[in-house]
């Protein structure tokens, strides 16, 4: 069973950073891509970054290229976000899901992933 857990969320100003952490435990980690969504009151979820099995490629909405990295360390089973030059319109419930499938030789989608974390709360004031 697939536990993903994320920590990290908080309360920041507009301009400021923030890393968000999932540890995950169930299988094993560095079979599996992983990716983060987010998911602000009133709207559908949405992918914000993912990264392949074997940290090989990334992917990135447009909305936060340039500001925002995925990354992954298998020795440690966590894939983090770390988030610069955050704006007010990226406050939202972050999410943190897994791949259904291991190895895959490319970038998951949205279709791709299965088991998601509870979330952690991104509040960005202007």
């Known amino acids: 069973q697939v536990q993903l857990v994320e920590s990290g969320g908080g309360l920041v100003q507009a301009g400021d950073s923030l890393r968000l952490s999932c540890l995950a435990s169930?299988?094993?980690?560095?079979?599996?891509?992983m990716g983060w969504f987010r998911q602000a009151p009133g709207k559908e979820r949405n992918l914000v970054a993912t990264i392949m099995w074997n940290g090989g490629s990334t992917s990135y909405a447009d909305s936060v290229k340039g500001r925002f990295t995925i990354s992954r360390d298998n020795s440690k089973n966590t894939v983090y976000l770390k988030m610069n030059s955050l704006l007010p319109e990226d406050t939202a419930v972050y999410y943190c899901?897994?791949?259904?499938?291991?190895?895959?030789?490319?970038?998951?989608?949205?279709?791709?992933?299965?088991?998601w974390g509870q979330g952690t709360q991104v509040t960005v004031s202007s």
């Open positions: 169930g299988r094993t980690f560095s079979r599996y891509g």
């Open positions: 899901a897994q791949d259904r499938s291991p190895w895959r030789m490319t970038v998951p989608v949205l279709a791709d992933f299965g088991s």
